[in-house]
């Protein structure tokens, strides 16, 4: 005879009360120790909230666990975004806007850290919400420790771009125009005053995730050293970048290039000291344990 314990079949001849009390502990303990293998993913989609604070007082979104194809197709791009391959990232905390003008000056202020080159000597206010540029790679991470984030690795930052579909672009397929992200601009010398924009003036450049700007004003700083053949042999989950190297990689475009140079997978790489006009950045933060 069988006897059925919560979708389990107990096996047996004629079972006295005792045996079958028994059976039944074995039985829900197996139950029990085999559910913890899907909690996590349970909890961390129904605890973790959807936007949070940093330290710095900047608004952060929870981008959740999932894969995506990251790099781009034969035939697409240049051959240090190939071969596309798949990748599984972890749930992280990404800012929801570049780092502005105004919480560098804080940083500034509370560290003492050597202001960036290009800083707006005139009024700082009239462009407190434009991102910052002019910071070294150094300068940025510096940033991202203090405010108690990181930098994001690149894998997450093309992953928070570019959502779960494959989308070349943060808003889909379409070719950006200025009327959609800030690219495509000539030089100048003015820049804060009339090339960058306050972030988040772009609603189109905003990520699946709800992340803005993730296509032009700014180049970003990310963690990776950069290695134009990395993506042959990265890892498929959190793939942290190369151990080393001499140049440090860049994501998303900036308004002084053209709008091809803002695609999803598009990579650029400097030395950590250079400094630009046009290169800014954001910071992420590993997910906490809900309270």
Request: proline letters at 8%; one cysteine or more; charged letters at 25%.
């Amino acid at each position: 005879m069988h006897w059925p314990v919560g979708g389990y079949k107990i096996p047996g001849a004629a079972l006295d009360g005792k045996t079958l009390h028994v059976r039944c502990i074995v039985v829900l303990l197996a139950i029990l120790t085999a559910t913890p293998a899907v909690v996590p993913a349970i909890t961390e989609a129904a605890e973790l909230p959807a936007k949070i604070t940093g330290d710095d007082g900047a608004p952060m979104r929870l981008i959740p666990n999932g894969e995506f194809l990251m790099g781009s197709p034969t035939g697409e791009g240049l051959s240090d975004e190939r071969p596309q391959h798949r990748v599984r990232i972890g749930a992280f905390y990404m800012d929801t806007y570049e780092v502005t003008v105004a919480r560098y000056e804080k940083f500034l202020d509370a560290t003492g850290h050597v202001r960036p080159d290009f800083w707006p000597y005139d009024e700082t206010r009239d462009y407190a919400e434009r991102p910052v540029v002019g910071v070294d790679w150094t300068g940025a991470q510096a940033y991202c420790e203090w405010a108690g984030k990181r930098l994001p690795t690149e894998a997450e930052w093309e992953y928070a771009a570019r959502g779960q579909d494959g989308r070349p672009y943060p808003w889909g397929d379409a070719t950006p125009t200025g009327a959609v992200a800030n690219v495509g601009k000539s030089w100048s010398y003015k820049f804060y005053k009339d090339r960058l924009e306050p972030v988040g003036s772009r609603a189109g450049a905003t990520s699946p995730f709800g992340i803005h700007d993730m296509a032009g004003n700014v180049w970003e700083w990310v963690a990776d050293w950069y290695d134009a053949k990395y993506y042959a042999a990265s890892p498929g989950e959190n793939p942290p970048g190369p151990r080393d190297g001499k140049m440090k990689v860049l994501r998303g475009g900036s308004w002084n290039f053209a709008g091809k140079y803002s695609r999803t997978a598009s990579r650029l790489r400097y030395e950590l000291r250079h400094r630009a006009a046009d290169i800014g950045f954001r910071c992420a933060r590993d997910v906490r344990p809900p309270d």
